[in-house]
């Protein structure tokens, strides 16, 4: 579908003064190429000055046929007939033949030393570029200045290349000093006119590919950033070329489906192609074959191909044209340069049109169809321009809008398309503007913001039936001047009004849909169409607005001079742009604040966009008094993306107790999240309070609802309603209240939306109703708080800091960390945990030793608790109960001692990330050296131990080798423990516990040996008599085994 709109695209025309009719023309580098009709001579105008006056004129070597002009490297190039042979040439320097008695050299390509401008002076060149085939169509891509010749079943590219004139002298000098003395002397002088410019590259072309396409004629051919574009009649295929990273990889011929031949009995039929279009990859399942041949030079860089698009259209898309009219035309391949992206294009648009249909594609980061025109009338020709399609029937200009800028914003800025920001979508419905009618078009072109057309009229047309064919929808101006000669032709240049006069237009176009159907369909596209022209705008190089382009910021001041009033000029039409961008984005927010449920999402980034406040936006969106009292699905899905982020700003009471009323009346289920929401923190509790008993009558009572009640009960002081309200449900339920809003008890850190899940820990901050149950249930508090973290509510460093700004940091805190090793099923956070709590027990541990502890703080869990409920806390090993004292010592440092302990006995705690903290206890105490000895048996020092424990506490030998010496460990007690009591008993023997100790140790030796080991035992110092009774117990048991 197009749509109609009468905006004015032109702001004036005039007439090119040009003494011949002309045939062809041409226009780049502030310049109209003008070629006679039949003729041989080229005639330059200025575009950049008032009335485009002559700038030079020189003489083709043969008849014009076409003509191209290179932005990059500003040459021309030509097809040109002269006695039935077709040649192709390139004009460089033509600029210097603006005295018309400029010196021309004529060369061969890649001949750079025959010019005479090596020699000295500048003069224009003209470089004769042989071809094995005729010549058809010419493209110079506007990137690198290469130049694309397509010939009927063969495309050629020529890379341009340059050389500087100092290298080109030093190569000329050795040739002259290589030939003899006459040949030297017969150079002609070059006068006192001949300058040497030493600065001054010489342009020339290198043969890099030749693509051979034998199944297609080709008629056009486009080049642009290593895009290639070719088409014949009724097919387009474009290719995209690069270097080959693999030399063998290019060699390779790519591999298509190629169709059948039709058999030869079948030359009779007529064979009507089906229509088709393949995109990217797709693309190379097409039947047309193309085969790459290399250039003959060692040193050329290879090159691959690949499909990008191919598209074949059927008879029916012609419906209505003569079999002459039946062929695509119009052939582009179009670049996007923005500010960020001066050398490579941002994006690449291939376009070509049907006599009733044009299509634009982009090419770059994926293909895609982004607009099919619809012309009301047969088109001739068209061509693009960064905001404007502008197309010729026999007629009339017409201008279609095209989508270049919303490609290009979303390459621009990744957060297009996302809760930030929006852009209208790139596949937009087009818009066609205001009809300008001409006599007899046979051509157009574009520069910059001019357009120029070429009209021949034809005496023996009639005119009539051809205005009468023109439809009614579209409106038409008569042109402005006509054509004071009788000579029946005109060369018109029409200036375009810049994009940023034609949005005001749209603008103001614009009220008339408000006042009449605010809710349109119209409206919204009209808006979209005014939005992308400002994108546009905004998306201009420096280049393009140091040449003006009917900027109104510089046309605005005509006296301005230097790069001061420039650069002042420029930031103030910057700002004059994000300023109406605003102002755009809050019309369109308010379109889609009222949208259906497809796009009323949009309402939200583009209100973001705008800049308006939470009260701007909510008075743009109050119902009008006479209408009904309802509010659009998209002015509430910006409200509850906006309550939902946590943002610093808070809404002042009239504004907040608004919202709650706006929607108490359209979404009251969503009342718990809207209260929740920290900048709704000045809300009046009462009339909220009253909001959500009522709500609570209707719906049903939900913990969620009845905690936020319980907070705006906390906030009024009512305490006695606020402990009713919370002993309604269990604790675990109160629990499952905070995990679906918390909210409730967290603000920041984007905890409405579960943002605390993210990579970036944001500071999160207690509500409230969180210092309340630090102090009064500080269990719901720690099992809501574990909670949170288990559902990603909440990063455990967030936790920390809720804490510790509850100043809980060593009572709740550590409170929550034994709950976390309970909960928690991720090794990384019960590794960090376990160094955790271990940190502090031993902090605790210190700060008893040296009077300086915290205030007594019963916590929550005891060892016991912990022992029994979490599997990271072991059960005391049974020699621990004879090293710990029962009554020297404080229940706090008992408890912090025993939990410690359980830590060293569990299997998950790792010991060595402890040791440096251990060695801050001292072991003189026995509680201090059971924990270095449970750290020492941890780590296997199972002798060292032994040696350790018989020194400090001997009565505990055996409970730690009952325990620990076991399994691998069993050879223990002979080889270590054995030894060592009989060594220190026989240096004390009265010494009872060690005596205890040496026989207990015997009945397990006995037990686990055989008669010749236990012999082997017994020591030889006249002390046998004491192990014979054990030995012979080890004898009897032997035997009965």
Not at 185 to 191: I, K, L, M, T
Not at 329 to 350: G, K, M
Request: aromatic share 8%; proline share 5%.
């Amino acid at each position: 579908m197009v749509h109609v709109y009468n905006c004015h695209p032109f702001k004036s025309q005039q007439i090119v003064q040009v003494e011949q009719e002309p045939g062809l023309v041409c226009c780049g580098g502030g310049a109209l190429f003008v070629v006679a009709t039949g003729g041989c001579k080229v005639e330059v105008y200025n575009l950049e000055k008032e009335g485009c006056p002559l700038f030079c004129r020189f003489a083709t070597m043969g008849t014009v046929k076409s003509i191209q002009h290179s932005k990059i490297g500003d040459y021309l190039v030509t097809i040109e007939e002269k006695n039935n042979a077709t040649y192709l040439r390139a004009y460089t320097n033509w600029r210097y033949q603006a005295e018309e008695k400029g010196r021309v050299g004529v060369r061969l390509l890649g001949h750079l030393l025959g010019g005479a401008s090596v020699w000295g002076g500048v003069q224009m060149e003209i470089i004769e570029i042989p071809m094995s085939e005729r010549p058809i169509a010419v493209s110079c891509c506007p990137v690198t200045g290469d130049l694309l010749v397509g010939c009927e079943k063969t495309v050629v590219l020529f890379t341009l290349s340059r050389q500087n004139q100092q290298n080109l002298n030093q190569s000329q000098q050795s040739v002259q000093n290589s030939l003899p003395n006459s040949q030297q002397s017969c150079n002609p002088s070059q006068g006192p006119t001949s300058v040497s410019h030493p600065n001054l590259s010489i342009l020339d072309f290198e043969r890099s590919v030749i693509l051979h396409l034998p199944k297609m004629s080709l008629k056009q051919v486009a080049l642009c950033g290593g895009y290639v574009a070719v088409n014949a009649e009724l097919e387009v295929l474009v290719l995209k070329l690069e270097a080959a990273s693999d030399p063998a990889a290019a060699e390779e011929p790519l591999e298509t489906s190629k169709s059948a031949e039709p058999p030869q009995d079948q030359d009779d039929f007529l064979l009507i192609p089906r229509h088709q279009e393949l995109l990217e990859s797709k693309a190379k399942d097409c039947d047309i074959l193309v085969t790459m041949e290399k250039t003959g030079l060692e040193d050329q860089a290879q090159y691959q191909f690949s499909y990008i698009l191919f598209r074949r259209f059927s008879p029916e898309f012609f419906q209505g044209c003569r079999v002459e009219e039946m062929q695509i035309h119009s052939l582009q391949l179009y670049p996007l340069f923005t500010s960020n992206s001066l050398e490579d294009p941002t994006c690449v648009f291939c376009f070509f049109s049907l006599p009733t249909a044009g299509y634009l594609y982009s090419l770059k980061g994926g293909v895609e169809l982004l607009s099919a025109y619809q012309y009301p009338e047969k088109v001739l020709q068209a061509v693009m321009s960064d905001h404007l399609l502008h197309v010729i029937t026999k007629n009339a200009l017409q201008c279609f809008t095209v989508r270049c800028s919303a490609v290009a914003a979303r390459m621009e800025d990744p957060y297009i398309d996302t809760t930030m920001k929006a852009c209208p979508p790139s596949t937009l419905e087009v818009c066609a503007l205001r009809i300008q009618l001409f006599i007899g078009l046979r051509s157009v072109c574009v520069y910059n913001q001019r357009v120029i057309l070429l009209s021949a009229a034809d005496t023996e047309t009639q005119q009539e039936p051809e205005r009468r064919c023109l439809s009614r929808k579209w409106t038409i101006s008569s042109p402005k001047e006509t054509s004071t000669v009788g000579h029946g032709w005109n060369l018109y240049v029409v200036d375009t009004v810049h994009p940023f006069t034609l949005y005001q237009e749209m603008v103001e176009y614009s009220c008339r849909y408000v006042q009449t159907t605010p809710q349109s369909h119209s409206l919204r596209h009209l808006l979209s169409e005014a939005h992308l022209l400002l994108r546009a705008c905004l998306l201009q190089t420096p280049e393009q607005k140091q040449s003006g382009q009917g900027d109104p910021a510089v046309s605005s001041k005509p006296g301005s001079n230097g790069a001061v009033d420039k650069n002042s000029a420029t930031q103030a039409n910057r700002q004059e742009l994000e300023e109406a961008l605003r102002q755009n984005s809050a019309q369109l927010g308010d379109c889609f604040s009222r949208a259906s449920q497809k796009d009323c999402h949009l309402a939200l980034p583009y209100y973001k966009m705008s800049g308006l406040t939470v009260a701007e936006v909510i008075s743009r969106n109050r119902p009008p008094p006479e209408g009904p009292s309802s509010y659009g699905l998209g002015f509430l899905f910006y409200l509850k993306l906006h309550l939902l982020e946590e943002t610093e700003q808070h809404l002042t009471q009239e504004e907040a107790d608004e919202i709650i009323y706006i929607f108490s009346q359209s979404e009251p289920f969503l009342l718990v999240s809207v209260c929740a929401s920290p900048c709704m923190i000045n809300c009046s509790a009462t009339r909220t309070l009253q909001i959500l008993q009522r709500l609570e009558d209707t719906a049903g009572v939900s913990v969620p609802l009845t905690i936020i009640m319980a907070a705006m009960a906390l906030r009024l002081g009512k305490q006695q309603d606020y402990t009713e309200l919370m002993e309604r449900h269990a604790e675990m339920q109160l629990v499952y209240g905070f995990i679906e809003e918390p909210r409730l008890l967290l603000h920041g850190g984007g905890g409405g939306g579960g943002g605390g899940g993210g990579g970036q820990h944001s500071q999160v901050h207690p509500t409230s109703l969180a210092r309340q149950l630090a102090n009064t249930q500080p269990g719901l508090l720690v099992a809501a708080m574990v909670a949170l973290h288990e559902n990603c509510k909440v990063q455990l460093e967030q936790a920390d800091f809720v804490f510790k700004e509850l100043g809980c940091e060593n009572t709740l805190l550590v409170d929550f960390w034994e709950a976390m090793l309970m909960a928690s099923s991720q090794d990384a956070v019960i590794q960090e945990l376990l160094f955790r709590v271990a940190s502090v027990y031993i902090d605790r541990l210190t700060n008893s030793i040296n009077g300086s502890g915290a205030p007594k703080y019963k916590s929550l869990k005891g060892a016991d608790d912990l022992i029994t409920s979490c599997s990271h806390y072991g059960a005391l090993y049974p020699w621990l109960t004879v090293l710990n004292p029962t009554h020297s010592t404080t229940s706090e440092h008992q408890e912090a001692l025993h939990k410690l302990q359980s830590l060293l006995c569990g299997p998950s705690l790792s010991v060595g990330s402890i040791v440096p903290l251990l060695e801050r206890l001292s072991g003189e105490t026995l509680w201090g050296f059971s924990l270095h000895l449970l750290c020492a048996t941890r780590r296997g020092q199972y002798e060292s131990s032994i040696e350790q424990l018989l020194d400090r506490c001997p009565q505990a030998i055996i409970a730690y080798a009952n325990h620990q010496l076991q399994d691998k460990y069993m050879t223990l007690w002979w080889q270590k423990l054995l030894p060592e009591l009989c060594k220190r008993t026989r240096a004390a023997a009265d010494n009872g516990i060690l005596l205890g100790a040496l026989k207990e140790t015997l009945v397990v030796v006995a037990m686990e040996t055989s008669p010749a080991e236990f012999l082997e035992l017994i020591p030889d110092d006249g002390t046998a008599s004491y192990f014979l009774p054990h030995l012979l117990t080890c004898s009897q048991r032997h035997l009965m085994a």
